[in-house]
């Protein structure tokens, strides 16, 4: 399912040609690769010949999501429901889901925007989302998928008026953010409009019945149209 339709929410990326897609990809890599020579040349230089690699993994998790996300869409792994709010496929009944990534960002939020705006936006197409995904599968279904997602925009008081509950972030999904870390900062830094340093330990992750954000969506369609500019 592809939800990418509206003229306004479009994301900038896909409606891009096939071509222009894989240019944009390459262009990406190439600057991570002259970022990394970079580092080597600074490396010889001062001889601090393990700079290169402190920096490779680094520079990794921020190119990943301009390589991994449009690839994984493309092969059917991840759902688009809006340019902001991602599904992994359904897995022993549970469902994954992200708030776009650092790549969806850049591709999708307006520059001009000003901090409030971007939240405001980005909180609205969540909640699209929400509505669409639950909206694609019957209600008897519903009962029995649950939803999962970690996220650093969401704080608990909204993610519980949404139907979600706060859940233990476990030791991989830990790791995995700490890992990310520079990715994140790049994400949360575009999504607030200026240099913002996110608390990883105010990163949460959420858990909701299927069932509860349909029987939510009266609310969230309001909070939506709440959201609108």
């Not at 020579?37 to 920096?55: D, K």
């Not at 705006?117 to 980005?122: K, V």
């Not at 949360?188 to 240099?195: C, D, E, M, Q």
Request: proline share 3%.
């Amino acid at each position: 399912m592809n939800c990418l339709n509206s003229p306004i929410e479009k994301h900038k990326f896909y409606i891009k040609s096939n071509k222009e897609q894989t240019l944009e990809i390459l262009k990406f890599s190439g600057l991570a690769l002259l970022i990394f020579l970079g580092f080597v040349l600074i490396g010889l230089f001062l001889e601090w010949y393990f700079l290169p690699l402190l920096a490779l993994p680094l520079i990794l998790s921020v190119l990943a999501p301009f390589i991994d996300t449009p690839q994984g869409k493309k092969q059917g792994k991840l759902i688009y429901y809006t340019p902001l709010f991602i599904t992994e496929k359904i897995k022993n009944e549970k469902i994954i889901i992200h708030g776009g990534t650092l790549f969806d960002y850049y591709y999708v939020l307006d520059r001009n925007w000003k901090e409030r705006q971007r939240i405001r936006f980005i909180l609205r197409q969540y909640i699209l989302g929400l509505l669409k995904l639950s909206e694609s599968f019957h209600a008897k279904n519903a009962e029995y998928i649950s939803l999962e997602g970690t996220s650093y925009i969401l704080n608990e008081r909204t993610a519980e008026k949404l139907g979600f509950h706060k859940k233990r972030t476990n030791f991989l999904q830990q790791f995995i953010l700490t890992y990310n870390y520079l990715q994140i900062l790049l994400a949360n830094s575009i999504a607030k409009g200026k240099l913002s340093f996110p608390d990883l330990a105010r990163v949460n992750t959420y858990t909701a019945p299927l069932s509860a954000i349909k029987q939510n969506k009266i609310f969230l369609k309001q909070l939506a149209d709440k959201l609108k500019d």
